[in-house]
Structures are given as C-alpha cells and as structure tokens.
C-alpha cells in the first residue's frame, strides 16, 4: 500500500464486517478505509487487508505486530490541514505510509502506538 488517503471506519462496522479475520477475544481499537483495502490497528496488532483483482475477490491478509515496529511518525502541516500522514517503520520491511483524513483521532492514535509499542507489549 503506498500513500493513499484514509478515511475513518466505525470500529463497530469494521468488526463486523471482518469478525471471521479477527482470533478470540481480540478487540478493534480503530479502523481505516483506503479505497478498498483497509488498516485495522487492534489491542493485539495492525492488520492491512489489500483487495485485489477488478471483482475484489483476492484479498491479501497482512498482520504486523507492534513489537515489529521500530517508529511511527505522524505528520501535519496545523491544526487546519486536512490529513495527517502516518508513517510506520517495521523491522524487516519497507515503512508503510498513508493519509488520515480530517476527522480521525489523531491524538486518540498517538496514544494507542505509544501505548503498544512500549517495551513489554
């Protein structure tokens, strides 16, 4: 997945719509939709699913687990630009960037890598 804009996906919505992706007791803390794929950040990892194909039937299933990444940077121009752009550097890999758009709880995702990727997690 390169840069693309996200959009906010009600994490209720999104848990529904993925539950069968999802093991026992993990919990969707929240969601975004780029296009057709999406990014799922969870108490346990981050999952991106890729949809493929013209009909969308091939979806490719990518999991990351916050021990797995070494920074995450989070980008704005102020308090009015429209988007933020999220970088995550993973161990191993090439950094995954993409655009959250306007209404997203950047702070409220601040917290939750912090919280995550803290030594002991």
Do not use: C
């Not at 999104?14 to 026992?24: C, H, K, N, P, V």
């Not at 939709?33 to 999952?47: A, G, H, P, Q, Y």
């Not at 890729?50 to 704005?76: C, H, M, N, W």
């Amino acid at each position: 997945m390169g840069l693309i804009n996200a959009t906010v996906w009600d994490t209720a919505d999104a848990a529904e719509d993925l539950a069968y992706a999802l093991g026992r007791g993990e919990v969707m803390r929240m969601a975004f939709k780029l296009v057709r794929d999406s990014i799922i950040f969870t108490d346990r990892r981050i999952l991106m699913i890729d949809v493929q194909g013209l009909t969308g039937s091939k979806k490719r299933f990518v999991t990351i687990p916050y021990r797995a990444i070494t920074t995450f940077t989070l980008e704005s121009a102020g308090h009015f630009d429209l988007d933020t752009e999220v970088t995550l550097t993973v161990s191993g890999s090439p950094p995954i960037a993409f655009n959250v758009s306007r209404g997203a709880d950047v702070p409220g995702l601040v917290t939750l890598l912090t919280e995550y990727l803290a030594p002991g997690k």
